[in-house]
């Protein structure tokens, strides 16, 4: 069974970055799809990008779309999440999330199997 930890969030001003990580352990990401989501307080979790390691499809929502990247490290054991120029509105917990969603299902929680704890982005100034 995989086992996801998420770190990186913190506290960041307007126009800041931060690159959010998901280590993996119990397996790696070569199989499965990576995702983050993010849940804001009172709203629902919602997605932001997702990529499927075999094939290197990317998907991103709107909301993050030219301003943001994953990448991997070399054993496939950790993903990031890169977002650059955050604003207030990105504030929420994000988290990653793993799975073998069909590309219909990309956005969809109830596509993704394991999931990290959670880590807490604050945008603010």
């Known amino acids: 069974q995989v086992q996801l930890v998420d770190a990186g969030g913190g506290f960041v001003q307007p126009g800041g970055s931060l690159r959010l990580s998901c280590a993996a352990s119990g397996g790696s990401f070569t199989s499965y799809t990576t995702a983050w989501f993010r849940q804001a307080p009172g709203k629902e979790r919602e997605f932001v990008a997702a990529k499927r390691w075999s094939g290197g499809n990317t998907y991103y929502s709107d909301s993050v779309k030219g301003r943001s990247s994953i990448s991997r490290n070399r054993g496939y054991s950790e993903a990031y999440l890169q977002i650059d120029n955050l604003q207030p509105e990105d504030t929420a917990v994000y988290y990653c999330?793993?799975?073998?969603?069909?590309?219909?299902?990309?956005?969809?929680?109830?596509?993704?199997?394991?999931w990290g704890q959670g880590t807490q982005v604050t945008v603010s100034s």
């Open positions: 999330a793993v799975g073998r969603p069909i590309q219909s299902s990309m956005a969809s929680t109830r596509a993704y199997y394991y």
